[in-house]
T-cell receptor, first 114, second 110 residues
Framework: GDSVTQMEGPVTLSEEAFLTINCTYTATGYPSLFWYVQYPGEGLQLLLKATKADDKGSNKGFEATYRKETTSFHLEKGSVQVSDSAVYFCALRDWGTGANNLFFGTGTRLTVIP | DGGITQSPKYLFRKEGQNVTLSCEQNLNHDAMYWYRQDPGQGLRLIYYSQIVNDFQKGDIAEGYSVSREKKESFPLTVTSAQKNPTAFYLC?????????FGPGTRLTVL
């Protein structure tokens, strides 16, 4: 079945540090991959997405590349800010199975300290 | 502004009571979803609906019920049969691959 495994947190970084949050997936069909961000007390917001192998999604300085050979979609940012503190979720939608829902990882809490 | 609204933001319930969480969207999306979020866990799908008057169980539907009488609305009822209902509930809608989420309702059973 489909699943997403992401790096357990929490992750604590100093401002301007480099961020990587690992995400790997298992899918039986043709997945699209997503990163969502959740700020305290709020719902999830789409951060970036990639729909096919070798696509790179990017937004607000965050990037992730869809790597089919390693079944990965790691999230990176070159210089984090305090405002990036949030929980980050990796997710996939598997078009090949006909499923209409997203499969989520468990989330990684990022705290950025000044 | 287009979006998804959930109400109330905080909800308290006594054991044995049913409670209904509201979800409304004005994005003209066909599909709507309910997820449950527990601390340290990802989102788990409760129910989803792809069109009006149709809905399917997700991974953890036991103790929950839904209706989809209008395209804009997808209310979730947490029944007394749900043994551990305290959680953060998120509603979402989608037209294509991307899902848009509401702000969530935090339900606490006293």
């Amino acid at each position: 079945g489909d699943s997403v495994t992401q790096m357990e947190g929490p992750v604590t970084l100093s401002e301007e540090a480099f961020l990587t949050i690992n995400c790997t997936y298992t899918a039986t069909g043709y997945p699209s991959l997503f990163w969502y961000v959740q700020y305290p007390g709020e719902g999830l917001q789409l951060l970036l997405k990639a729909t096919k192998a070798d696509d790179k999604g990017s937004n607000k300085g965050f990037e992730a590349t869809y790597r089919k050979e390693t079944t990965s979609f790691h999230l990176e940012k070159g210089s984090v800010q305090v405002s990036d503190s949030a929980v980050y979720f990796c997710a996939l939608r598997d078009w090949g199975t006909g499923a209409n829902n997203l499969f989520f990882g468990t989330g990684t809490r990022l705290t950025v300290i000044p | 502004d287009g979006g998804i609204t959930q109400s109330p933001k905080y909800l308290f319930r006594k054991e044995g009571q049913n409670v209904t969480l509201s979800c409304e969207q004005n994005l003209n999306h066909d599909a709507m979803y309910w997820y449950r979020q527990d601390p340290g866990q990802g989102l788990r799908l409760i129910y989803y609906s792809q069109i009006v008057n149709d809905f399917q169980k997700g991974d953890i539907a036991e103790g929950y019920s839904v209706s989809r009488e209008k395209k804009e609305s997808f209310p979730l009822t947490v029944t007394s049969a749900q043994k551990n209902p305290t959680a953060f509930y998120l509603c979402a809608s989608s037209m294509a691959s991307e899902q848009f989420f509401g702000p969530g309702t935090r339900l606490t059973v006293l």
